[in-house]
Structure formats: structure tokens, C-alpha cells
């Protein structure tokens, strides 16, 4: 693994002045889009924010230093934070420090910087942490060859007059969601006069999906659920946290693991389990979830709508409510054709319920090489499942009985 070349650090604080004449002489503009640059996220909720942003506009000013690959240099000015205004990493390409491992998660992912056991022994944290400066990552290697040169052109020396760096990612919050999307609706609705407009805040969105096996469908016009203690549900994650904007998978590499559970339910179809499981009045419910690294927000929803909701997997409607009744009829476009199917009586799915749960069984992130494969249980681990693994693992030796 390998990190950034090197990085400049911008110290002290100037405020600029706006002037278009003197703008055209002094400032020289760096016109970059999301191909060219990445920067840190501020997020935020009620309780807490991390990430970093500008702290005032036009943006943080100040000295333009370059570091290279001093990382003893590096921490001297980050242990006085207030001296920094923004932080610059720069790829530089063949050149960059090897690392046997890095990932900016805590160690123990979810929990924090200290668990019963730390399964990622190589997180920093720095994701989590809320910092007082802006950071900015630049991709376009042309750029980066223009910062160094005019560090060493006009700062090398410390002399004044010295080159000010500005950066500027101003971000904008509000005191809950509500506030927050009501005021980027009006920022829209109430254009600039370059004709755009600022939101106030991003949603984070996402959606959970669930695929269930078998097919069960609900009977009439009441609400049915799968039976008590019936259901294992597989689940992995549909998304992950970056610490650069738009520049990397994520925090989480859970590709291999949406793979596997894709697997698993073409393994079920063709391998007739299916209807072993219908004869034994078994199901399995593949999920997947949005924004868990965010303190689990997308299994919380679920679990709450479970609870309080008739919505899992999808809103409980009666025949009567879909389509003006059981005799209607439905209309579906497919490009140049129309398929018209008439509608005797509506069965959608039958609800998921916390207390239909049996197992719950989380893919993480996993490889090819099964010496890496781990097993953690929130408190035991069931006989069932913990023989299934290790049944099916490459030898005993392999995972953790945790």
C-alpha cells in the first residue's frame, strides 16, 4: 500500500480583499473540477460532526509551505492546529511512502478505539475526527508541479513578500433535516443571479433492498408475517464512507461481499433449495443496507419499521387500495409497445418481523484468502451457525471463535 507523495501545510491567517483590477494582477486562479481535486466532507448531525471544511469565507488563508515527505515536520505543525489554516496532499506519481497496512477506521469499526477485540488493528480514526482546517487532495499532477515550484519560487526562503494560498470549502448546515431541507428548497426556488443555487445540506439517501427465498405472499386484506424464529437474513452493506470526496471505494471494501450474497441467491434458485426451505417452513431474506457505518442508520430504520410498520419488505396495501380494486387492470410502457394485464386480486409479500428472526448474519469485508476469514458474534455465537462455518471453511484453524 502506498500514500501521498508529499503535502503543503498553509500557516497563518489573510483575509482577502475583493477587487477585480488588483484580482487580475495578484491572485492567480485555479480553475478545478471533481476529476482534478478531492477535499474532506464535513458531516454532521445533532450530536457531533467529523470531517472538515473553510471555516469562513472566501476561505482559509495563509502561507504556502511545502513539507515533502517530512512526517516528523508534519506533526510538529498539526500538534499546534491553530497555527494551520488548510492542508494540501498532492499525488505524485512513482514517488510515494510504502505502508503494510493503513485504514483511517477506528480499530474497532462501529464501536470506537477500544472493544474486547480489536479486529482492525491498523485503523487511525482519522475519519472520525473533527478537524479545525480544511483538506484538499489534488489528483491533477500538473497542478501539483505548479504548487511546488511556487513554494520554491516565492516561500523557499521565508523572505516577505511570501505566496498566500487560499482554500475555499464552505459548507452549510442547519439545526435538524427539516430546517435544513426547507431552506435548500427555498435557496432553489430563490436563485442567485448566475442562476444557481446553494443547498443548505446533502441527504445522505440510500436504500435498503431485500430478495426473499421462498416467495411468500400475503392472503387477503390483513397484514401476515413470516412465522417466529423462521428466518435467517444475510446482510451486507450498499455503500461506504470515504475520506475524500469522490476519490475512493470507501472506508469499508464490501464489493466481495454484495457478490457472495448475490451468489448465495442464484446457489438457492438452481440448487432446489428453495423448496426445501418451502416444506420446512423456512426463508432467507437477503439484505442490503445503506449508511450503517453511520452508527447503523440503515439497520436501525429497518428494525423500527419492523416494529411499528407493516413495510418490510414493502408497504402493506390491501387489495382494495392498489389500482381503484381487485378488477382493475395495469398499463406498463416498454418502448414502443404496451402491455396491458388485468388485475383479479392484489398479494403482495408477507411482512418481516423482528421476532421472525433466527440469525442475522453479516458479510463484511472478505478476500480470497481464507486464512483472513473471521467470525465475531455480539455475544456467543449460536452451535448452528458457528458449525456451518467452520464446516465450510478451509480447515478448523480457520477464523475466529469470537
Not at 451486507?236 to 457478490?259: P, Q
Amino acid at each position: 500500500m502506498h500514500v501521498l507523495w508529499l503535502a503543503l501545510i498553509v500557516i497563518g491567517d489573510a483575509k482577502k480583499v475583493p477587487n477585480s483590477k488588483l484580482d487580475s494582477i495578484i491572485y492567480d486562479y485555479l480553475t478545478i473540477d471533481d476529476q482534478q481535486r478531492s477535499f474532506c466532507f464535513r458531516r454532521l448531525n445533532q450530536t457531533g460532526q467529523i470531517g472538515c471544511q473553510s471555516l469562513q469565507e472566501p476561505g482559509n488563508s495563509g502561507t504556502l509551505i511545502y513539507l515533502g515527505n517530512d512526517q516528523a515536520k508534519l506533526d510538529e505543525y498539526l500538534n499546534d492546529a491553530q497555527k494551520v489554516s488548510s492542508l494540501i496532499s498532492l499525488q505524485k506519481r512513482n514517488s510515494s511512502i510504502e505502508l503494510e497496512s493503513f485504514s483511517p477506521d477506528y480499530v474497532c469499526p462501529g464501536i470506537g478505539d477500544t472493544c474486547t477485540h480489536e479486529w482492525n488493528p491498523s485503523g487511525s480514526g482519522i475519519f472520525w475526527r473533527d478537524y479545525s482546517f480544511p483538506l484538499i487532495f489534488y489528483k491533477n499532477e500538473t497542478i501539483v508541479e505548479k504548487l511546488r515550484d511556487d513554494f520554491f519560487k516565492y516561500n523557499s526562503d521565508t523572505e516577505y513578500p511570501l505566496l498566500q494560498y487560499q482554500v475555499a470549502t464552505f459548507m452549510r448546515a442547519a439545526v435538524d433535516t427539516p430546517t435544513c431541507k426547507r431552506r435548500s428548497d427555498l435557496s432553489e426556488r430563490s436563485t442567485g443571479l448566475e442562476g444557481t443555487s446553494s443547498p443548505r445540506c446533502d441527504l445522505y439517501n440510500g436504500y435498503a433492498t431485500f430478495s426473499m427465498f421462498p416467495k411468500r405472499q400475503n392472503g387477503g386484506n390483513e397484514p401476515e408475517s413470516l412465522p417466529e424464529k423462521s428466518t435467517v437474513a444475510i446482510v451486507t452493506r450498499s455503500d461506504s464512507l470515504a475520506f475524500f470526496h469522490s476519490t475512493t471505494s470507501g472506508v469499508g471494501a464490501h464489493t466481495a461481499a454484495m457478490m457472495i450474497q448475490l451468489a448465495i441467491g442464484k446457489a438457492l434458485k438452481e440448487s432446489g433449495l428453495v423448496d426445501k426451505l418451502e416444506s420446512y417452513g423456512r426463508n432467507v431474506v437477503l439484505m442490503t443496507l445503506p449508511a450503517e457505518e453511520l452508527k447503523n442508520i440503515g439497520s436501525s430504520s429497518v428494525v423500527f419499521d419492523m416494529a411499528n410498520y407493516n413495510k418490510i419488505p414493502v408497504k402493506f396495501q390491501s387489495g382494495e387500495s392498489v389500482l381503484g380494486g381487485p378488477n382493475s387492470s395495469i398499463r406498463k410502457s416498454y418502448g414502443s409497445y404496451t402491455v396491458e394485464k388485468e388485475i383479479s386480486e392484489y398479494l403482495g409479500p408477507v411482512q418481516l418481523k423482528v421476532k421472525s428472526l433466527r440469525h442475522l448474519i453479516e458479510l463484511g469485508q472478505l478476500d480470497a484468502n481464507p486464512e483472513n476469514l473471521f467470525l465475531h458474534g455480539e455475544s456467543v455465537v449460536d452451535s448452528q451457525v458457528l458449525d456451518a462455518f467452520t464446516r465450510n471453511a478451509a480447515s478448523p484453524e480457520n477464523g475466529s471463535r469470537n
